[in-house]
């Protein structure tokens, strides 16, 4: 099973300074095995494995959680459709490294995907105070704002709640959005 490989992980011998010792509890080992093996179980299309392998490496070792660990399981997540899970992941990988854009992407896309416009915007909005000229960011609010060039445009409902408040934002004064009909 995943979770006995990872076990077998933390408890193999490794190298340190010639001699072979069992890796302590704290070791970064386990932890790089584990993203290892989820990572090449993703690449195989068994995500629910890899999803196994990552939770049991973050509750293995909760203060060496890589922001790429938490990034994988969000993918992985995602992949198995439990996507207010991988969100949650997604935020804590940003939380770990802000400046790594990866997460921040697969955080947008997967708010898109969910239909959460209000958390997207604020989400992009966020971003481009970090990054003024982010280019994915800057497409995400023109897809919010302009119904005619995003095939995915939000059901007619939320178009109003939506649409108005966006366009109405100073980051986005220089997008077009045309008139929508109800």
Known sequence: ?????????????????????????TSVWPSHAAHSLGTLLQEQGKHAEAVQIYRAALERAPNQAAASTWRNLALALEHTNELEEAR???RKSIALDPEWVLPRSGLMRLLWTMRDM?????TCEAWLKRRPQDTEALAWMASLTNPVTSPAWPPCALKAT??????ARPCCAAVETPAVSA
Request: net charge positive; no cysteine; charged share 15%.
């Open 118 to 122: 209000e958390r997207l915007l604020v």
């Open 1 to 25: 099973t995943p979770t006995a490989r990872i076990a077998a992980a933390g408890a193999a011998p490794w190298r340190n300074s010639g001699s072979v010792q069992r890796a302590p509890a």
């Open 162 to 167: 939506v649409a108005a408040p966006i366009a």
């Open 88 to 90: 949650e992941a997604y």
